[in-house]
């Protein structure tokens, strides 16, 4: 069984900065795919950033330039540097991993407040 436990969100000042990190635990996995994901109140779940295997990245307009997602594929784990946050990256925030046999799993979610 693959769980995923994030850690590092909290409150920060407009203009500060946060790094998430999602670690996957289990075995007989191997991850392909490393997403993270966000959530607002009343607004759908969006993709903000993702890493792939072979180490390419994307992000979402909106964060591009201020976030850098990372792994590291001996622990598994994925990180998400957010830096000059303002309050519309308040949110939610959730990891995903797609893994070479196709399952998804998500991480539990962890809240950032961004305080203006």
């Known amino acids: 069984q693959v769980q995923l436990v994030e850690s590092g969100g909290g409150l920060v000042q407009a203009g500060g900065s946060l790094r998430l990190s999602c670690a996957a635990s289990?075995?007989?996995?191997?991850?392909?795919?490393m997403e993270w994901y966000r959530q607002a109140p009343g607004k759908q779940r969006e993709l903000v950033a993702a890493?792939?295997?072979?180490?390419?990245?994307r992000y979402a307009d909106s964060v591009k330039g201020r976030f850098t997602v990372s792994r590291d594929n001996a622990k598994n784990t994925v990180y998400l540097q957010m830096n000059s946050l303002n309050a519309d990256d308040t949110a939610v925030y959730y990891c995903r991993f797609t893994m070479m046999s196709g399952y998804l799993y998500w991480g539990q979610g962890t809240q950032v407040t961004v305080s203006s």
């Open positions: 890493t792939t295997t072979g180490g390419s990245t």
């Open positions: 289990g075995s007989g996995f191997s991850i392909n795919a």
